[in-house]
């Protein structure tokens, strides 16, 4: 049996790609096409990943089941940053005719709960869940459905925020990263370049970003050392800021 869904409640989640390239974002396709004949007839656009909360649902559950629902992926970091409840948050026209063709009436004001999400896309295949899904760099992010480009842009603060604060960028690497790896990806977070002596140093006063045990031959003709994030010694060093802007 069907569950119910709150109409007055959703989530819509920013997840966040790195692909050693480029930050990227998780995009789902909308299409609304004929049905006796499989067309697309009114329009094909984009939007993120959400979808409406189940009445008995936690929300933080909805978070993970509507990512697993679109993509097929599980345990994936997420964090909740905020409420967008403007009623004139659905007031698109394609976006009104998006939820009638959906069966969901677009006069119900729905308060959506955003949260980002991180992911190393290196080993990451999306599954095929019934829509299309796919990664677009941020910066080249087109016109998304509903208010999607405000909650991605309210997103990529929250992000830049946060890892002002704790080390979380490194969730956005494998497993075991290289110190320029990790400034790669702070610096395509920025979207600036940071000093590299001053990076490494700040880096390497972290007691819970520690050298790994052996060193691997990562890039052609090159070894480097590689890290591990090791979250015990993190807890030890609860409340430290990790600021590397300065």
């Known amino acids: 049996m069907q569950k119910?869904?709150?109409?007055?409640?959703?989530?819509?989640?920013?997840?966040?790609?790195y692909d050693s390239k480029n930050l990227n974002v998780l995009l789902v396709k909308r299409t609304l096409t004929d049905e006796s004949n499989g067309y697309v007839f009114y329009f094909s656009d984009y939007t993120l990943?959400?979808?409406?909360?189940?009445?008995?649902?936690?929300?933080?559950?909805?978070?993970s089941r509507i990512l697993f629902d679109l993509t097929g992926l599980e345990n994936i970091y997420l964090e909740k940053f905020r409420t967008f409840d403007d009623p004139d948050r659905i007031s698109k026209p394609l976006d009104k005719l998006w939820l009638k063709n959906i069966d969901r009436d677009p006069s119900f004001p729905v308060?959506?709960?955003?949260?980002?999400?991180?992911?190393?896309?290196?080993?990451?295949?999306?599954?095929?869940?019934?829509?299309e899904v796919k990664w677009v760099p941020v910066n080249d992010v087109g016109t998304l459905?509903?208010?999607?480009?405000?909650?991605?842009?309210?997103?990529?603060?929250?992000?830049?925020n946060k890892m002002k604060q704790e080390p979380i960028g490194f969730k956005l690497l494998p497993t075991k990263f290289s110190i320029t790896q990790l400034q790669r990806v702070y610096e395509k977070v920025y979207d600036m370049k940071f000093n590299t002596r001053n990076f490494h140093e700040k880096i390497n006063s972290m007691n819970c970003i520690v050298p790994y045990n052996m060193?691997?031959?990562?890039?052609?003709?090159?070894?480097?050392?590689l890290y591990v994030f090791n979250e015990n010694e993190y807890k030890k060093e609860s409340g430290k800021i990790m600021d590397v802007m300065d």
């Open 4 to 17: 119910e869904i709150n109409k007055h409640l959703s989530v819509d989640c920013v997840v966040f790609g």
């Open 111 to 131: 308060v959506s709960i955003g949260y980002f999400a991180l992911l190393s896309t290196k080993d990451i295949k999306l599954k095929w869940k019934g829509r």
């Open 49 to 63: 990943a959400g979808n409406h909360v189940y009445i008995d649902e936690k929300i933080d559950d909805a978070a």
């Open 215 to 225: 060193e691997e031959n990562i890039f052609k003709n090159k070894t480097v050392q």
């Open 145 to 160: 459905g509903f208010d999607h480009n405000y909650i991605l842009r309210e997103g990529l603060i929250a992000l830049r």
